[in-house]
């Protein structure tokens, strides 16, 4: 394909598109399915916490931790989040321990992806480790969907959002923001947010985040 004359934007666009395959992701997701629910074992049992102990903290009932970490249930984003805030880590942080850390240079197809069961969500892992404090993320939010994050999983980051294609809106506490393509929005004090997508056409972003 000649990429002559495209812009920066678009040539990103084209070059995600190739690749990203759906049927890659859903053997990823497969996978890793077991991983997730030792990984969130570990760290609860590492604190020294129960599944009791963990829900009071997380928000996230006792019976669908269980279910989770014996990998009887998969967890969606929200739950996901809730469990990484409770742990005090990121949700790039919970996912990146889940896989082999692969260094500086990650290459396109050892980036960790993962869908949420619930919207459908696909969350690319771009970049994270534990020797840098950035970390980036692609995300493809499918039409009508709604992924609400708690104020708690903000408390330890900051983070930008530029929308690449499509129509997003952020609800960030009492405010709601409309973006459009080639939008951005920079996320501040922590306050119960959503990513939505009203339109009918998905929409793709990155998220830049920096751990405090």
């Known amino acids: 394909m000649n990429m002559l004359g495209m812009t920066p934007l678009e040539y990103y666009s084209v070059l995600m598109d190739t690749i990203v395959d759906s049927s890659a992701v859903d053997t990823i ?19 020294g916490w129960s599944q009791a102990d963990l829900a009071a903290r997380s928000g996230v009932s006792k019976a669908m931790i269980s279910k989770v970490e014996r990998a009887e249930a998969s967890p969606t984003a929200a739950i996901l989040v809730r469990l ?3 742990f005090e880590l990121t949700l790039a942080t919970l996912l990146m321990r889940t896989e082999a850390h692969a260094g ?3 290459a396109a197809a050892a980036q960790p992806v993962w869908r949420d069961p619930e ?13 840098s404090p950035m970390e980036l993320v ?12 708690p104020a708690a999983s903000y408390t ?16 960030d506490g009492a405010e709601r923001h409309a973006l459009a393509a080639g939008d ?3 996320f501040g004090e922590p306050a119960d947010a959503a990513f939505v997508n009203d339109g009918g056409a998905p929409c793709v972003y990155l998220v830049a985040v920096s751990r405090r």
Request: no cysteine; glycine share 6%; hydrophobic share 45%.
């Open 29 to 47: 997701v497969d996978g890793a399915s077991t991983r997730l629910a030792s990984t969130i074992k570990a760290e609860r049992e590492a604190r």
């Open 84 to 86: 990484a805030a409770a």
């Open 184 to 186: 951005t929005y920079a």
């Open 138 to 149: 692609r995300v493809e939010l499918p039409p009508g969907a709604r992924v609400p994050i």
């Open 104 to 106: 500086r240079h990650v």
């Open 119 to 131: 919207t459908g969500y696909v969350r690319r892992q771009l970049f994270a480790s534990p020797s």
């Open 156 to 171: 330890f980051i900051r983070q930008v959002v530029w929308l690449l294609e499509g129509d997003l809106v952020i609800e």
